[in-house]
């Protein structure tokens, strides 16, 4: 709001230009003009001789902002010196001019990079070090883990006996590796904690398990089992098969029970007992299942740090030994640099007189201190919290309502450290609040909602409530804050579908955003500017935002749908590109002809469509999959060609530069045509414009072909956006994930994808009280696609936890307001209103910008699309066109070939029927059994009875089975067939074969007249003479043996019929009952 002609802070903003001589922190609410705060600060600065350029560095966020910072700024001192009348004045000012490149404007990382470069020796780094980027350092980290892990089974190191005896895997701890990794700043806690005592946790649980077994019901309800009896009856099951009495398997049961069961009373006997049922089981989870584990896991906590810190530290060598640094690296040397050499301090204190930081309250807690070391006036004092720095030395700029990088090591907590430190000094903190960018109504509906979110005093883990003053009013046309609303009845009926899941609330909200956004370009629909001109809308001037990135391509796949151009930023698409996976495997083959997988991967894939017969025939031929070897004759035409392609591929890769061997390919292959005409395609052949523009970028810097596709495949694994084939345009919808979005406005903002944000537990908390800080982290493992399970736990995690959900969720309120400040004219929010609660619930992580008074977007209509308007008369040839891909389609709808399975077909109606009661054990059993005579084939000296036991308990059964197992398999290995076998020159054990076969041959006349008869041989060997197929049985032989006989000896004869096929040799067969050790040859 402007009061006769003042803005409400005109005076702070005066400060930044005339208290040059005094330390301030610039608070900025959003759209204030931060940028514009350092560039008037910058621009005073010369002009009152306080500075000259090459003593000025001004600290950026991201490179993005760091080259529209100094076009600005050499933009408002163009006009400075334009202005300027004293001669004395403008002298300095055209000097800054001519002398601009010497200014520092940049990240924080090339600033502590050009600190190091410049004094090499004094912070102990090689002078030729290498900076890598985000992608190389997560390539390089995951590196050393697996190198180091290799290291660990290679010297058969005690450690991983020590974790193998508490049943865990050495590489389930990547994770937490990964993030210490990332905290190399920070000491991980370890407290040790006494092993538990289970003896009454023990009796607990069986106690319990007890009453479960005598108040669930004995068969299946009609419904079927509900989610508390599903978790009883497996917790049942492990406490048959497992053996509690070692801890390690204790554990497993109590995990088993660890998790919430919801009752269906109608599907319990007793509806009483059920509510008894799960009252019990509250409390027993509370009181026993949560305490047990608990105490597990904080015991295994600092055997955990330990096992994992050496890999950590290994990595932080291989940086060192190869002078890489990265992100962290360059802060932390060049923080310690200035920390521990007064003398060095002074330098950079006389060289860079003023700094000045922007969009500081997500800046690392490291570059805090980097940046009071450099301005502090005391060279010598080493606590960075007691450093003061000099008068109007240093500038800082941010806005605590926006920091939103909390897992990016933004620390709130050392903003406002830094902010006492600033007014400690004798600094001060001013607030900017006219906002330039919203208008009124949205100005005015973000400070109601505000008022009840934020405090109106700053708290540990909270800004503080700051009213933003419009600049703006409405104006004529649309503005202001507008609902999307998406009920369950709309999307079911608009989808024709019973049930909905976050993917049709996406979709829907997507199709609607996409069609208002045609429709109103369509319309000519206008907007009122800053300066109070109106003009037609173009897609540039759309942003949609988006919480998480899950759903983002179904949004890019909307608007391409009709045909509206689009940027897309923070999707991470281009790692999922059909196009670029299907192309990896072509380019690895061209760099390692040895590379079979990738061969075969090549061949079986779009780009060539070698069908798996062909590759078996091939095979069978005594192909190989080395194209440099070629082809024997003979075989299919297209491994020939494909292998043909690939030399020639490889001579390109090896005779011509690597971005010109690139291009040569991917004209040959035709694939970005292919991409650009299929469903998508502007999204489809941008990816591989990209990869192409990587592969270019990366061999102007000299990288060898070989070396370019490994970057290419380190690049699928980080977050790289999708692009479309024109990127860069101006006239382009913006679509984001909110992080993104962050310090970027438009004139309409949609705030999409209305599905329901699920709560992340937290997984590390750190103390940066502390000195160094110290960190709290969680040891879990992945449980499903998006779910984990804790597997350690540092001491008193619950308080931790509890502390650091707390600025988690501070967290979450403040990535709500950069949503609802991104707008300039129109805001619309997207909410679900689920109908399946009662009363109906609008969800979604936007509902609470909205109300009951908001009101629902205008409808949008949709023109036709460009070139829709002159039609062809299609009448006779659509006709014959349908009717022709009908005659296709049907044929191609008919198999032509049938798929059978030996057992299948030997064992059909005709066979004798034994009742599956009467034949043994049980499927389980059988295949311990059968796994094991598998295993002692190829390893001899394996620990039989080990395998067994843990065979048992892969299949949940008694582990008291394993003797009558065990008895089986040393009576098998000292059979006849056993020795000769082993002493075999050639011999197989399951052996899977499929061949082609006459259908009639197998009594099959309906269908196909070819059949694939597909098989698994138990052991086969060569005596000398001839094949040997033995067929174990472990059926219970007693009284039945000649019908067991009858039932099984077509299946083996089968199988000693078209072995004879295959090899074109002489074969003979038995079958091996385990039972009593019978053989029967047939």
């Not at 950026?60 to 004293?86: G, I, P, V």
């Not at 100005?443 to 708290?459: A, E, G």
């Not at 993917?503 to 208002?516: C, E, K, L, N, Q």
Request: aromatic fraction near 8%; hydrophobic fraction near 40%.
């Amino acid at each position: 709001m402007v009061t006769n002609g003042v803005l409400k802070d005109e005076q702070q903003r005066i400060a930044i230009a005339t208290e040059l001589d005094k330390t301030l922190l610039v608070e900025a609410a959003a759209g204030t003009g931060k940028t514009t705060s350092l560039v008037t600060r910058m621009v005073a600065l010369i002009r009152e001789g306080k500075a000259e350029a090459q003593h000025i560095a001004a600290i950026t966020f991201t490179r993005k902002a760091a080259a529209h910072l100094r076009q600005k700024f050499q933009n408002e001192l163009e006009k400075a010196h334009a202005a300027e009348q004293a001669a004395e004045v403008k002298q300095r000012l055209a000097r800054a001019l001519d002398e601009i490149d010497r200014l520092y404007i940049g990240t924080i990382h090339s600033f502590c990079a050009q600190l190091i470069r410049e004094r090499p020796v004094e912070a102990g780094i090689d002078p030729e070090f290498t900076e890598i980027e985000e992608a190389a350092d997560i390539a390089l980290r995951d590196m050393c883990w697996h190198e180091y892990a290799d290291r660990l089974f290679v010297e058969e190191s005690p450690m991983l006996r020590q974790l193998e005896a508490y049943g865990i895997e050495f590489d389930r701890l990547q994770a937490t590796y990964n993030i210490l990794c990332y905290y190399p700043d920070v000491t991980p806690v370890v407290a040790a904690a006494g092993k538990p005592d289970f003896n009454r946790a023990r009796g607990a649980v069986s106690e319990f398990l007890g009453f479960a077994e005598r108040v669930m019901p004995v068969d299946p309800p009609g419904d079927g089992w509900d989610s508390l009896q599903s978790r009883m009856r497996r917790a049942l099951r492990l406490q048959k098969v497992l053996d509690t009495a070692r801890d390690t398997e204790f554990v497993r049961l109590l995990e088993a029970l660890d998790g919430s069961g919801t009752v269906v009373l109608k599907r319990w006997p007793d509806s009483d007992a059920a509510k008894d049922m799960k009252e019990r089981f509250a409390e027993f989870r509370e009181n026993v299942v949560g305490p047990a584990l608990r105490e597990w896991r904080e015991y295994l906590h600092p055997i955990l740090i330990n096992a994992v810190t050496p890999a950590v530290n290994y990595f932080t060598d291989y940086r060192r030994t190869n002078a890489l640094l990265n992100f962290q690296d360059l802060l932390m040397i060049a923080r310690d640099l200035l920390k521990n050499n007064p003398r060095i301090r002074r330098y950079f204190r006389q060289r860079f007189s003023h700094l000045l930081v922007d969009e500081f309250q997500d800046t690392d807690p490291i570059q805090a201190e980097l940046m009071l070391y450099l301005t502090g006036e005391d060279s010598h004092e080493m606590d960075w919290h007691r450093v003061k720095p000099a008068p109007g030395a240093l500038f800082v700029v941010g806005d605590p309502k926006q920091s939103i990088y909390r897992f990016r090591r933004a620390d709130i907590a050392t903003y406002n450290r830094v902010r006492e430190i600033v007014e400690g000094s004798g600094g001060e903190v001013i607030t900017l609040s006219t906002n330039f960018r919203s208008v009124e109504s949205i100005c005015n509906s973000v400070n109601t909602t505000f008022d009840d979110i934020f405090p109106p005093q700053s708290t540990e883990e909270q800004a503080g409530q700051v009213h933003l003053h419009f600049r703006r009013p409405d104006g004529a046309g649309l503005a202001g804050i507008y609902k999307l609303e998406h009920s369950t009845s709309e999307i079911k009926n608009r989808l024709n579908i019973n049930r909905i899941n976050d993917a049709h609330i996406a979709r829907t909200d997507a199709d609607a955003i996409a069609r208002w956004i045609r429709g109103a370009i369509d319309s000519g629909m206008e907007i009122q500017e800053g300066d109070g001109r109106s003009r037609k809308v173009e897609p540039g001037d759309f942003l949609i935002a988006v919480r998480r990135k899950r759903n983002l391509r179904k949004y890019t796949q909307a608007l391409e749908s009709l045909g509206i151009p689009f940027e897309i930023t923070g999707a991470g698409g281009f790692a999922e590109s059909e196009e670029i996976r299907n192309l990896m495997p072509f380019l690895k083959c061209v760099v390692d002809p040895d590379d079979a997988i990738s061969v075969v991967a090549y061949l079986r894939g779009p780009l060539c469509g070698t069908e798996d017969s062909a590759l078996l025939e091939y095979k069978l031929a005594g192909g190989s999959f080395n194209y440099i070897s070629g082809a024997p004759t003979g075989v299919c035409s297209g491994i020939v060609e494909a292998f043909g392609f690939l030399r020639e591929a490889r001579e390109w890769s090896r005779k011509l530069p690597p971005a010109a061997a690139f291009a040569r390919i991917f004209e040959r292959l035709g694939i970005l045509p292919d991409a650009a005409c299929r469903e998508f395609g502007n999204t489809r052949a941008g990816n591989l414009m990209k990869m192409l523009t990587l592969a270019r970028s990366l061999s102007i810097e000299g990288e060898s072909f070989a070396g370019i596709v490994m970057k290419l495949e380190e690049l699928l694994s980080a977050d790289i956006e999708e692009m479309g084939i024109e990127p860069g345009r101006s006239d382009a919808v913006r679509l984001m994930n909110l992080h993104k979005a962050k310090g970027l406005e438009a004139p309409v903002v949609f705030l999409a994808d209305p599905t329901v944000m699920k709560d992340h537990d937290p997984e590390y908390y750190i103390d940066r009280a502390s000195d160094p800080p110290r960190g709290h982290f969680v040891f879990w493992m992945p449980q499903g696609e998006f779910q984990k399970r804790e597997i350690a736990l540092p001491l008193d995690w619950e308080s931790k936890a509890a502390f650091e959900g707390q600025f988690q969720d501070a967290e979450e309120d403040r990535l709500l307001y950069v949503a609802a400040t991104r707008a300039m004219n129109i805001l619309v929010v997207s909410v679900y209103l689920n109908e399946s609660k009662k009363p109906a619930e609008r969800q979604g992580p936007w509902c609470r910008l909205i109300d009951g008074s908001t009101p629902e977007l205008p409808c949008m209509s949709i023109q036709a699309l460009a070139g829709d308007e002159a039609q062809v008369d299609l009448s006779i040839e659509f006709p014959m066109a349908r009717e022709k891909l009908t005659a296709v389609f049907d044929a191609a709808r008919r198999p032509s070939y049938a798929v059978a399975n030996v057992t299948k077909i030997t064992h059909n109606t005709e066979s004798v029927l034994i009742p599956r009661a009467e034949r043994g054990h049980g499927s389980g059993w059988g295949r311990v059994l059968h796994g094991t005579l598998e295993a002692l084939m190829r390893s001899p000296d394996i620990d039989v009875r080990l395998l067994v036991e843990n065979g048992l308990r892969q299949e949940e059964m008694p582990v008291d089975d394993a003797g009558e197992i065990v008895r089986l398999v040393e009576s098998v290995r000292s059979s006849e067939i056993w020795v000769k076998a082993c002493s075999a020159e050639k011999r197989f054990v399951e052996v899977p074969f499929a061949l082609n076969v006459p259908s009639a041959d197998l009594g099959i006349t309906d269908g196909p007249a070819e059949t694939v008869l597909g098989g698994v041989v138990d052991l086969v060997y060569w005596d000398g003479e001839s094949w040997i197929i033995v067929d174990y049985k472990s059926d219970v032989t007693v009284n039945r043996l000649r019908g067991l006989i009858d039932r099984y000896a077509p299946q083996v004869r089968c199988y000693q019929r078209y072995w004879e096929q295959l090899t074109g040799e002489p074969v003979r067969s038995a079958l091996y009952f385990v039972d009593n050790g019978h053989v029967e040859w047939l």
